[in-house]
Nanobody
Framework: VQLQASGGGLVQAGGSLRLSCAAS????????MGWFRQAPGKERDFVAA????????YHADSVKGRFTISRDNAKNTVYLQMNSLKPEDTAVYYC???????????????????????WGQGTLVTVSS
Protein backbone atom coordinates (compact mmCIF):
# COMPACT_ATOMS: atom_id res chain seq x y z
CA VAL A 1 0.00 0.00 0.00
CA GLN A 2 1.33 3.40 -0.96
CA LEU A 3 -0.09 6.78 -0.06
CA GLN A 4 1.07 9.77 -2.07
CA ALA A 5 0.31 13.19 -0.60
CA SER A 6 0.51 16.31 -2.73
CA GLY A 7 -0.74 19.87 -2.95
CA GLY A 8 1.38 21.58 -0.34
CA GLY A 9 3.10 24.87 -0.92
CA LEU A 10 3.58 28.44 0.23
CA VAL A 11 0.48 30.53 0.79
CA GLN A 12 -0.30 33.80 2.52
CA ALA A 13 -2.41 33.91 5.66
CA GLY A 14 -6.08 33.81 4.77
CA GLY A 15 -5.43 31.81 1.63
CA SER A 16 -6.45 28.29 0.64
CA LEU A 17 -4.86 25.05 -0.41
CA ARG A 18 -6.21 21.63 -1.26
CA LEU A 19 -4.16 18.60 -0.35
CA SER A 20 -4.64 15.27 -2.10
CA CYS A 21 -3.72 11.77 -1.03
CA ALA A 22 -3.76 9.10 -3.72
CA ALA A 23 -3.75 5.49 -2.61
CA SER A 24 -2.36 2.62 -4.62
CA UNK A 25 -1.99 -1.08 -3.97
CA UNK A 26 -5.51 -1.56 -2.72
CA UNK A 27 -8.99 -0.09 -2.93
CA UNK A 28 -8.87 2.86 -0.55
CA UNK A 29 -12.65 3.16 -0.42
CA UNK A 30 -12.75 0.36 2.17
CA UNK A 31 -10.47 2.07 4.65
CA UNK A 32 -10.41 4.96 7.08
CA MET A 33 -8.29 7.84 5.85
CA GLY A 34 -6.79 10.58 7.95
CA TRP A 35 -4.65 13.67 7.83
CA PHE A 36 -2.07 14.56 10.46
CA ARG A 37 0.47 17.36 10.64
CA GLN A 38 3.80 17.91 12.29
CA ALA A 39 5.38 21.29 12.85
CA PRO A 40 9.14 21.60 13.47
CA GLY A 41 10.03 20.44 16.96
CA LYS A 42 6.49 19.31 17.73
CA GLU A 43 4.60 16.05 17.85
CA ARG A 44 2.46 14.79 15.02
CA ASP A 45 -1.10 16.02 15.55
CA PHE A 46 -4.44 14.84 14.25
CA VAL A 47 -6.10 17.11 11.69
CA ALA A 48 -9.02 15.23 10.15
CA ALA A 49 -10.34 11.77 9.34
CA UNK A 50 -13.07 10.22 7.26
CA UNK A 51 -14.75 6.87 7.76
CA UNK A 52 -14.42 4.16 5.15
CA UNK A 53 -17.94 4.86 3.91
CA UNK A 54 -17.44 8.60 3.89
CA UNK A 55 -20.49 8.98 6.09
CA UNK A 56 -18.59 10.36 9.06
CA UNK A 57 -15.89 12.97 9.29
CA TYR A 58 -13.81 14.18 12.20
CA HIS A 59 -11.85 17.42 12.48
CA ALA A 60 -9.55 18.75 15.14
CA ASP A 61 -10.95 21.72 17.03
CA SER A 62 -8.11 23.88 15.73
CA VAL A 63 -9.28 23.43 12.12
CA LYS A 64 -13.05 23.10 12.45
CA GLY A 65 -14.86 25.47 10.15
CA ARG A 66 -11.71 26.02 8.07
CA PHE A 67 -10.62 22.56 6.87
CA THR A 68 -12.77 19.88 5.28
CA ILE A 69 -11.85 16.28 4.57
CA SER A 70 -13.53 14.43 1.72
CA ARG A 71 -12.97 11.39 -0.44
CA ASP A 72 -13.51 10.37 -4.04
CA ASN A 73 -13.63 6.59 -4.00
CA ALA A 74 -13.71 6.35 -7.78
CA LYS A 75 -10.29 8.01 -7.82
CA ASN A 76 -8.93 6.31 -4.68
CA THR A 77 -8.16 9.79 -3.40
CA VAL A 78 -8.78 11.73 -0.21
CA TYR A 79 -8.70 15.50 -0.05
CA LEU A 80 -8.13 18.12 2.61
CA GLN A 81 -9.53 21.50 1.66
CA MET A 82 -7.85 24.15 3.77
CA ASN A 83 -9.32 27.63 3.90
CA SER A 84 -8.53 30.69 5.99
CA LEU A 85 -5.03 29.42 6.58
CA LYS A 86 -3.04 30.77 9.50
CA PRO A 87 0.72 30.83 10.12
CA GLU A 88 0.20 28.25 12.87
CA ASP A 89 -1.04 25.81 10.22
CA THR A 90 2.50 25.62 8.89
CA ALA A 91 3.61 21.98 9.06
CA VAL A 92 4.31 18.86 7.10
CA TYR A 93 0.97 17.21 6.40
CA TYR A 94 0.73 13.44 6.27
CA CYS A 95 -2.09 11.26 5.04
CA UNK A 96 -2.64 7.91 6.66
CA UNK A 97 -4.85 4.86 6.47
CA UNK A 98 -5.91 2.01 8.70
CA UNK A 99 -5.57 -1.64 7.74
CA UNK A 100 -8.97 -3.13 8.55
CA UNK A 101 -11.40 -2.96 5.63
CA UNK A 102 -14.92 -1.64 6.18
CA UNK A 103 -14.41 -1.21 9.91
CA UNK A 104 -16.24 1.34 12.01
CA UNK A 105 -14.55 2.57 15.17
CA UNK A 106 -15.64 4.57 18.17
CA UNK A 107 -15.22 8.27 17.54
CA UNK A 108 -12.15 8.84 19.69
CA UNK A 109 -10.18 6.19 17.84
CA UNK A 110 -10.13 8.21 14.64
CA UNK A 111 -8.00 10.85 16.35
CA UNK A 112 -5.22 8.48 17.43
CA UNK A 113 -2.09 7.80 15.39
CA UNK A 114 -2.23 4.19 16.59
CA UNK A 115 -5.25 3.53 14.38
CA UNK A 116 -3.29 4.20 11.22
CA UNK A 117 -0.89 1.64 9.81
CA UNK A 118 0.03 3.20 6.48
CA TRP A 119 1.49 6.68 6.08
CA GLY A 120 2.33 8.87 3.13
CA GLN A 121 5.57 10.78 2.76
CA GLY A 122 4.17 14.17 3.75
CA THR A 123 3.70 17.46 1.95
CA LEU A 124 4.91 20.78 3.33
CA VAL A 125 2.44 23.61 3.90
CA THR A 126 3.92 27.00 4.72
CA VAL A 127 1.64 29.89 5.64
CA SER A 128 3.25 33.31 5.67
CA SER A 129 1.93 36.18 7.77
Amino acid sequence: VQLQASGGGLVQAGGSLRLSCAASGRTSSSYVMGWFRQAPGKERDFVAAISWSGGSTYHADSVKGRFTISRDNAKNTVYLQMNSLKPEDTAVYYCASDSRPKTTYTGAMYYATSLYEYWGQGTLVTVSS
